[in-house]
């Protein structure tokens, strides 16, 4: 694979550039097969053929996976294609179906990590297992309960570990489905230099157009992989339709992710992580800052509504005084931070000048 990934970071002894696609579910043995047949045309470098038997979703009602009949399934996939195979693990009766049906590795999900007690009975369960076992991050932004979760693992003898970056949830919806936090990533990875780290681009966009975008964004990073979702037909997929790539897609993308040497000689790997940092704290400041002019429309509304000024110089001068006071806690000059605001301020004003309120209420 022509990638950033496929660099091996100096200090690590660890599984190089591997990929993992597959549907976000398995859905039917024809769609299972006719998936691994696009990913073979497609001559993608595939480490593991990956499909969710078990699906978490966050709410009942949604399709919750086909269960210990997908795993035949699979085997079937092995059979006919020689491709490996990984699935979702998330609880111990999981743990015994998947190693009866002989998948080659396994992955905790990240609502699976955020709870110590689960990861706990997992790791219980996977004693001493010599197949790769992959932790996607919690959803929570908790560097520590990740780190937990490995922990719980290699306490049990589990040696072949691996995580998988598949960003955080977020209250209200951002740029990205799930926000990589790439600070977080930094400092898990000083946590466990050693340890293989995959990036799960189709989780954190939830959009396959912005799969790329976020391929070469994070390709600072540098990861010892990728796990993408494909699907033989991404619009008709039963879970995360959004976000599944064709497989010819996904190798696309991939034939167009910066060739390492390249980059790394001509520009600072240092460089490139920096930017992804700051890339995502522009996005939320955008985020916030259409939040924000959401709530003084409201405002503007009520203003309307109750025949009062537009203008308030005693609530200018309240938004500077606790700017003044935020600017120094944070180490901002004052004068900058004023800057800013006066523009905001100005922009929040002619907004509520524009708001109109129907007559009819
Ligand atoms: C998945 O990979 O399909 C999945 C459910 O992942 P996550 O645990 O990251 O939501
Ligand atoms: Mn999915």
């Known amino acids: 694979m022509n990638t950033l990934y496929n660099t091996p970071r100096k200090t690590a002894n660890h599984v190089k550039s591997m990929l993992i696609t597959g549907p976000c579910s398995a859905e039917s043995e024809d769609q299972m097969r006719e998936t691994a047949r696009q990913i073979q045309e497609a001559s993608l470098p595939l480490s593991y053929f990956r499909a969710g038997i078990w699906k978490p979703r966050t709410r009942p009602g949604g399709f919750e996976g086909v269960g210990a009949p997908g ?24 743990v015994e179906l998947a190693l009866e049906a002989g998948i080659d590795l ?6 699976s990590t955020a709870n110590p007690f689960t990861v706990q009975e997992i790791a219980e369960a996977l004693a001493g ?22 922990e719980r693992l290699s306490a049990k003898n589990i040696q072949n570990l691996g995580a998988i970056h598949r960003g955080f949830s977020n209250y209200k919806s951002t740029q990205y489905r799930n926000p990589p936090h790439w600070d977080l990533m930094v400092d898990f990875r000083e946590l466990f230099p050693e340890l293989p780290i995959l990036i799960d681009p189709s989780h954190i966009t939830g959009k396959r157009e912005e799969i790329g975008k976020l391929l070469k964004l994070g390709s600072g990073m540098l990861y010892d992989g990728i796990m993408a979702e494909t699907h033989c037909n991404p619009d008709k997929a039963w879970s995360d339709a959004a976000q599944q790539l064709l497989p010819k897609g996904l190798k696309t993308i991939l034939d167009q992710l910066p060739n390492p040497e390249i980059t790394l000689e ?8 920096l930017r992804a940092l700051i890339s995502e704290l522009d996005g939320l400041l955008i985020a916030n800052l259409s939040k924000r002019m959401e709530y003084s429309n409201q405002i503007g509304k009520l203003k309307q509504e109750k025949n009062i000024a537009i203008f ?30 006066k523009k905001i301020h100005e922009e929040s004003i002619r907004c509520q000048s524009e708001v109109e309120i129907n007559p009819e209420g």
């Open 266 to 273: 001509e520009f600072p790997v240092e460089i490139q992580k």
């Open 312 to 341: 308030q110089p005693d609530r200018w001068r309240e938004i500077k005084a606790e700017l003044s006071e935020k600017s120094k806690r944070f180490g901002l000059s004052y004068e900058f931070s004023l800057q800013i605001f």
């Open 71 to 94: 795993l035949k399934w699979m085997q079937n996939i092995r059979e006919e294609f020689g491709f490996k195979l990984c699935t979702e693990v998330a609880t111990t009766a999981h």
């Open 106 to 111: 396994l992955w905790i999900g990240a609502r």
């Open 129 to 150: 297992v010599k197949i790769p076992i992959f932790v996607k991050n919690p959803t929570n932004t908790d560097v520590a309960l990740w780190a937990g979760a490995i």
